[in-house]
Every structure is written in structure tokens, then in C-alpha cells.
């Protein structure tokens, strides 16, 4: 079972790599069919994708999807089609809801670096750790998921440098390297998020959760 980011935990009881939108891993097996890792996409009627690919981002559109997601809840092709839908229409809060569902019910590679790279692109810079921690705790033995780790050990190294940076100059922390990484962490923020405030210190300083060394070396290892 996935455990949901607090945010999400909260609203539930009320009522993915910073390298831009990159290419989707391919999913399929050695014998180049998806079922060898447990995920099918069931029919593959081209006319019922033609159908959902003239849905509107509405009660209509999400109600189809809906549909077809109940008769095959573990198909790739359709989570990734309906979680784009209301992305690609800004419609964030939504968009996230489908993703979070979507990672539950089909925890494929794919769909995890979707969900990343949405994040990435859409969402605070606390919440994108939490999604990102996530995604270790879910999928850390998918050998395809060695770019996820890069990305989350690279936040955690800027966030434990942010937050330690008075301790680190009275030499009571050590200052983590921060390797190529790390230090393209801000500049590929202003490039994939132009219209946003830039990332600064503060923001990495600003994570909920207070960045131990311990959590650091337990991840680079």
C-alpha cells in the first residue's frame, strides 16, 4: 500500500527528476510484451482510443475515462491518457488526484515518472520531495528507477546544506558535495518553471521535514 503525501491524507479526511518532461520508459518485457511485468492493457480497440482522445477535460470526458479505467483499472495506456487529459488543461488539483490513483492501482515505472515529472513542473518544491520520497519508499527495486534516486539524493543534499548552513559554518555539520546534480537543481527549476519565482535557499530550507545526515547517506546507499 502507498502511503499518501500528508497533503493528500489531509484533504482525504476533509472530504520524478528535474530534467523537464523527458521521455516515457519503455515498458515492455524481454519477450516485448507488458505482461511480463503484470501491467496489460487489455483491448486494444483502436476505435475506443480514438474516442477517449476527443474527451474534453469535463464531467463528460472524466466520466468515459472513468468507465474504461473500471473494466481494465491496470492499463497503462488508459492511466496515462486520463491523467494527461487535465494536465495538459492546467487543471493541477484534479491532474493530481488521477496521478495518485493511477500510481495505486497500476505502480508501473511509467506512470511514476509521469507523476514526477508533473509534479516537477506544477507543484511547490515541498511537495515535489514528497513525491519523490514517496516513489523511493514504492519503487526503489525497479532497476529503472536509478534516475528517480539521482534526483531525490540530489534534493536532499541542497536541502541538508540549506538547512545546516549556520552549523556548517561554525563546523559543527559537514557540508555535503554538492556535485553536478545538485547545482543544476535551481537552474533547471528557472528553465522548466520560467513564470515561477526562482528557487532559492529558503525554499529547500522551508521542507517540512528537517534533513538528517543519516537519511542522506541511507539513501546514496
Known amino acids: 500500500m502507498i502511503k499518501l503525501p500528508v ?5 482525504k479526511r476533509g472530504g520524478g527528476h528535474w530534467r523537464g518532461r523527458e521521455k516515457h520508459g519503455d515498458r515492455k518485457g524481454s519477450n516485448g510484451s507488458v505482461e511480463q511485468y503484470g501491467y496489460n492493457d487489455g483491448d486494444e480497440d483502436p ?15 472524466e466520466a468515459l475515462f472513468e468507465q474504461y479505467i473500471a473494466q481494465c483499472p491496470q492499463s497503462i ?4 491518457m486520463y491523467c494527461s487529459l487535465f494536465e495538459n488543461h492546467f487543471i493541477n488539483e484534479k491532474a493530481e488526484d488521477i496521478y495518485l490513483r493511477a500510481i495505486q492501482k497500476c505502480p508501473h515505472y511509467e506512470l ?4 514526477l515529472s508533473f509534479m516537477r513542473r506544477r507543484m511547490p518544491l515541498d511537495r515535489i520531495y514528497s513525491s519523490y520520497r514517496m516513489a523511493m519508499e514504492t519503487i526503489q527495486h525497479d532497476f529503472r528507477a536509478g534516475s528517480f534516486f539521482v534526483d531525490y539524493i540530489a ?12 552549523a556548517i559554518q561554525e ?40 534533513i538528517e545526515l543519516a537519511l542522506v547517506c541511507i539513501s546514496v546507499h
Open 7 to 11: 497533503h493528500v491524507q489531509q484533504k
Open 171 to 210: 563546523k559543527t555539520c559537514i557540508l555535503l558535495p554538492e556535485d553536478s546534480e545538485v547545482q543544476s537543481i535551481v537552474p533547471k527549476w528557472a528553465r522548466d518553471r520560467p513564470t515561477d519565482p526562482p528557487l532559492d535557499n529558503q525554499a529547500f530550507c522551508n521542507i517540512s521535514d528537517q
Open 155 to 166: 534534493l536532499l543534499k541542497k536541502a541538508y546544506n540549506c538547512q545546516n548552513e549556520q
Open 47 to 61: 476505435a475506443k482510443y480514438t474516442i477517449l482522445n476527443r474527451c474534453k477535460a469535463d464531467e463528460e470526458g
Open 77 to 80: 495506456r488508459l492511466w496515462s
Open 112 to 115: 511514476w515518472s509521469m507523476y
